[in-house]
């Protein structure tokens, strides 16, 4: 099957046609630079990937799961029995309907233009595609440091951090390495991880890995697969000519497999995938078929001056558990922050000007329930999986009605049940009929039932300046006084 595919993709190509080789593999041999590149890479370090057997032989025996109809389970796929038990740990019984529609094409070698929104089971599409295709197909002789095999992109640093923290759950009994390289971490640390081991899948958003690229400091000429994640985010950043730039350093279309996958099918995201792919399948999974399914839906109407009293009172309520809270800006998100802190929550504060190691470390704490409740922007509304998630309140409706469906989307995951509740003041109230046309339904507005109004005791005292979170200046750097208070909570 990939042999045809090989040789229908060569016809498509306006370069000589290559003929692939007996394993059936396209192969980048002859596509590696010369000259000072070449001299660079002889310098790096060359290591060798070994998988962490487990103590004990593993077998699919140990991983039950009973055939069901309409039904696709992962044992029903052929994968590699070390991707299996990586699979089976996560506890992935049965696909979600991204996957049973895309792994069938994407294992047999087809590139895909996939239609899914965040919270349908993508990343492990793409993720179990690229982890076996690469245990199918050993490389040959001496690798070099700097040349991963497999690339993600992704727009934002969360949801690259999440990628790859979902790829090396997965690959944990592969011996495949993953490596993130995001903007706003230390770039000497990226760089030394890079020099000291072989990266086989690498997760990157597209700013630091030019920057990477720029320096010689990873090489993707032999890049196997390629996954293009949030495609219509990618569009609204201005992305687009970075990931140009990015695809123009790897081997020609016909020499590798790629994934794009996008929330939207916007005439500008197929144009980018006709010339990005070749005979691409296409899945589109239909918004209204995901959350608005597990997610139970409350819009409040109410005056802009009662949304912190319904917010403080819902917090209060016992079935809460792990909250996230979304405003449209910067300031609301500081001062919901403040307030919920004075109030005494154990609220933790993600934005755009939050620092990266400072975002990480408050979505870990969030995970790991040091927190109860975190404030943020859109920064956090795509890609993000927290187990958990019981209910998304919308503070303020989003101006974008896409963005209301990836808010609520990080509750009623996989499955479970969740509840939005959205405050819709008169302002709030002109961004509805956009989101209900996306959804499909209506959504109906209610009065807040009265234990939600009840009135909020006094405010503690004020933050000392070293819990307040400081703001970035216009270029993205810090004042002293900024960076003493940054080192507070």
């Keep these: 099957m990939i042999r045809k595919l090989f040789q229908k993709r060569a016809k498509t190509e306006s370069t000589t046609p290559v003929t692939p080789p007996a394993t059936n593999k396209p ?28 103590a004990q032989p593993w077998s699919l025996t ?18 590699q029995i070390d991707l299996m038990h990586g699979i089976a740990d996560l506890g992935f019984e049965y696909c979600s309907p991204i996957q049973a529609q895309s792994l069938p094409q994407t294992l047999t070698g087809h590139d895909l233009i996939g239609k899914a929104q965040t919270g349908t089971g993508k990343t492990a599409a793409f993720l179990i595609t690229i982890i076996q295709d690469l245990l199918n197909h050993k490389p040959e002789g001496e690798r070099f440091a700097h040349e991963p095999r497999a690339l993600i992109i992704a727009p934002t640093r969360e949801l690259a951090l999440q990628i790859a923290e979902d790829s090396e759950s997965l690959n944990r009994y592969t011996g495949l390495k993953t490596h993130v390289l995001v903007g706003g971490m230390d770039y000497g640390k990226q760089q030394k991880r890079l020099n000291n081991e072989i990266v086989d899948i690498l997760v990157a958003t597209p700013g630091r890995l030019l920057d990477f690229s720029s320096n010689k400091d990873v090489y993707l000429d ?10 219509d985010r990618m569009l609204d950043m201005g992305f687009i000519p970075q990931v140009r730039r990015i695809i123009r350093l790897t081997p020609q279309k016909i020499h590798r497999q790629t994934l794009l996958f996008s929330a939207t099918f916007t005439t500008d995201v197929l ?16 918004p209204d078929s995901i959350a608005t399914d597990t997610v139970k839906q409350h819009v409040y109407m109410c005056a802009t001056d009662e949304k912190y009293t ?10 809460t558990d792990n909250v996230i809270v979304f405003a449209n800006r910067r300031d609301q998100c500081r001062n919901l922050h403040e307030k919920l802190l004075r109030h005494g929550f154990k609220a933790g504060l993600l934005s755009g000007e939050i620092a990266q190691n400072r975002r990480v470390r408050t ?12 404030v943020a922007t859109d920064v956090a509304g795509r890609g993000i999986h927290i187990d958990g998630i019981s209910h998304v309140v919308n503070y303020t409706l989003p101006e974008e009605p896409e963005d209301y469906v990836h808010r609520i989307g990080r509750t009623g995951r996989a499955g479970k049940s969740g ?36 009135a909020t005791p006094a405010l503690g005292k004020p933050l000392p300046s070293a819990k307040r979170t400081p703001a970035q200046s216009k270029n993205g750097s810090k ?11």
């Design 271 to 286: 144009t980018l995938a006709d010339q990005w792919t070749v005979d691409a399948k296409k899945v589109e999974i239909e």
């Design 310 to 319: 319904l917010l403080y009172n819902l917090l209060q309520q016992s079935d």
């Design 363 to 374: 979505l870990d704490d969030f995970k790991s329930d040091k927190l109860d409740v975190l």
């Design 222 to 231: 032999q890049i196997e697969i390629m996954v293009i994640d949030e495609g």
């Design 27 to 54: 192969t980048n041999s002859g596509v590696k630079s010369t000259g000072n590149q070449g001299a660079k890479r002889q310098g790096h370090r060359r290591k060798k990937s070994h998988p962490k057997k487990p």
């Design 479 to 489: 004042s002293s006084q900024s960076r003493h208070r940054s080192r507070g909570r």
């Design 419 to 454: 509840t939005s509740v959205s405050f819709a003041c008169e302002e709030d109230a002109f961004h509805l009929i956009p989101i209900e046309q996306l959804l499909g339904k209506k959504i109906e507005c209610e009065h807040p039932p009265q234990q939600l109004l009840v």
């Design 62 to 79: 140990q991983f039950e799961v009973p055939e069901l109809e309409g039904k696709t389970r992962f044992h029903d796929l052929d994968l």
